[in-house]
């Protein structure tokens, strides 16, 4: 959980040290932190175009004055951690062309641990077609000598199944292609990653891309069921809006402690779908304490009732109370469940 600049500022003139330091301090002063945000992740653009005399990578001196290591240590004196990102190619996906870490994955990681940080997005442009578990295993390697704990968020696109061979690997791989903030998008990937479940557990998460909440091209409803079905789906949750300026309803939807325990619920079991006819999904989720989530999801755009069952979603008998996660209304049943959910709308309750 945390912040990654891309889908607010991409390569902007106002990505930079101040804008940094000011979603850390704004991580904090929100309660942001307090829920459970812990990451403040730089993406691409904070390098110059290329390395100095001794092969290592230098920091942009326009945007970060003070340098990288500064930055990181502004953020971590708010008890935050720090992430970065490079490309495993020669190149970084920016057009500008910053250097990616292919063949210099020991320098690179070994100067990373010496700035402090605590992430690592490792994309995948220009990668001169070589081996994509060779590229990524490398820096998995280089990362490890360091001998400093470093998160690592593989970033290739899905195109190579990664879910398939990246557990050893990295601790979460990304299943699609960029999220945008439209809900066709977020819908696209939701569907892709749902079937993908069987792959991810603790140390190792499918990766449905970052945050769109409160970029404001979506409805808060929409909104609302992006948050639900990233948790439902184990995924990271890295915010990537301006929470410096979030509305109330925003920051409503990030902190929602309820749906957030659902993501990071300690039995690390991606939910999965026991029905999807008609655009009507339901999404069951097993809990560490024996209770279980269940999200009604409704993708179409009329108001929708959807229904399952406590057996449906492998409950034993018995009365049972529903807790809606976000009216915080409590009901009981002993056997069905169902909600009239609005269009692109999405109701979870916890089952005790």
């Not at 704990?149 to 791989?173: D, F, H, K, R």
């Not at 008609?278 to 279980?292: E, N």
Request: net charge neutral; charged share 20%; glycine share 10%.
């Amino acid at each position: 959980m945390g912040f990654n600049n891309w889908n607010l500022t991409q390569c902007g003139a106002q990505f930079n040290e101040a804008f940094v330091e000011g979603i850390a301090d704004t991580l904090v002063s929100t309660g942001l932190k307090d829920a459970g945000y812990q990451y403040v992740n730089l993406d691409d653009c904070w390098a110059q175009s290329s390395r100095d005399g001794k092969g290592n990578l230098v920091p942009d001196k326009t945007r970060f004055p003070h340098g990288i290591k500064a930055v990181a240590d502004y953020v971590h004196a708010k008890g935050l951690k720090f992430g970065l990102y490079t490309s495993a190619g020669t190149k970084t996906c920016n057009k500008a062309g910053f250097p990616g870490a292919l063949g210099h994955e020991k320098q690179d990681a070994a100067l990373w641990a010496s700035w402090g940080v605590d992430y690592l997005k490792y994309d995948n442009c220009n990668n001169q077609g070589q081996d994509a578990k060779k590229r990524y295993t490398a820096m998995r390697d280089a990362l490890a000598a360091t001998g400093r704990p470093i998160l690592y968020s593989i970033c290739e696109w899905g195109q190579n199944q990664p879910w398939t061979w990246a557990a050893p690997v990295g601790n979460s791989w990304r299943t699609t292609g960029d999220i945008n903030d439209s809900y066709a998008k977020m819908l696209s990937i939701y569907k892709a990653d749902i079937k993908l479940g069987k792959y991810a557990g603790p140390g190792h998460w499918n990766d449905p891309d970052m945050l769109e909440v409160g970029n404001g091209k979506m409805t808060d409803t929409e909104y609302r069921s992006h948050f639900t079905l990233w948790a439902m789906m184990a995924a990271p949750l890295l915010i990537g809006s301006d929470i410096r300026k979030a509305s109330a309803a925003t920051l409503t939807i990030l902190r929602n402690a309820d749906v957030i325990a659902l993501d990071q619920d300690a039995k690390g079991v991606q939910g999965n779908e026991i029905s999807s006819a008609d655009g009507l999904h339901v999404i069951r989720k097993p809990l560490a304490d024996g209770d279980t989530a269940v999200a009604l999801f409704n993708e179409t755009g009329s108001t929708a009732k959807i229904s399952t069952t406590l057996s449906a979603i492998g409950v034993s008998s018995g009365t049972h109370t529903l807790t809606d996660l976000w009216s915080k209304a409590k009901s009981t049943t002993s056997g069905p469940i169902s909600a009239s959910v609005p269009a692109h709308g999405t109701v979870v309750y916890r089952v005790h």
